[in-house]
Nanobody, 125 residues
Framework: QVQLVESGGGLVQAGGSLRLSCAASGRTFSVYHMGWFRQAPGKEREFVAAVRWSSGNTYYADSVKGRFTISRDNAKNTMYLMMNSLKPDDAAVYYC??????????????????WGQGTQVTVSS
């Protein structure tokens, strides 16, 4: 099992920045990739960004490319999401996730077995 705990959510004005963190514990050696997903009220949970734990290769949803940066610190077993130029459409509960099965492109929530509890991001216009 892998346990995930997110932090860093909050309220920010449009155009502002936030950094989310996700601390992993447990069988972290089994993790191939980690990612961020988000879910707004009444909408499906959607992919935001992912990172390969060993290589550091990254993947982004088109809606956040150029504004968000995903990174990881292997020594701390922690993943980050730096969110810049936030828009009201970015407001959602953000979830951290981890997958222990290798996929060529880990963009789907079905490719992740472990999930955090979520952290709220609110963007005021």
């Amino acid at each position: 099992q892998v346990q995930l705990v997110e932090s860093g959510g909050g309220l920010v004005q449009a155009g502002g920045s936030l950094r989310l963190s996700c601390a992993a514990s447990g069988r972290t050696f089994s993790v191939y990739h980690m990612g961020w997903f988000r879910q707004a009220p009444g909408k499906e949970r959607e992919f935001v960004a992912a990172v390969r734990w060993s290589s550091g290769n990254t993947y982004y949803a088109d809606s956040v490319k150029g504004r968000f940066t995903i990174s990881r610190d292997n020594a701390k077993n922690t993943m980050y999401l730096m969110m810049n130029s936030l828009k009201p459409d970015d407001a959602a509960v953000y979830y951290c996730a981890a997958g222990s099965v290798w996929y060529q492109t880990p963009l789907s929530k079905q490719q992740y077995e472990f999930w955090g509890q979520g952290t709220q991001v609110t963007v005021s216009s």
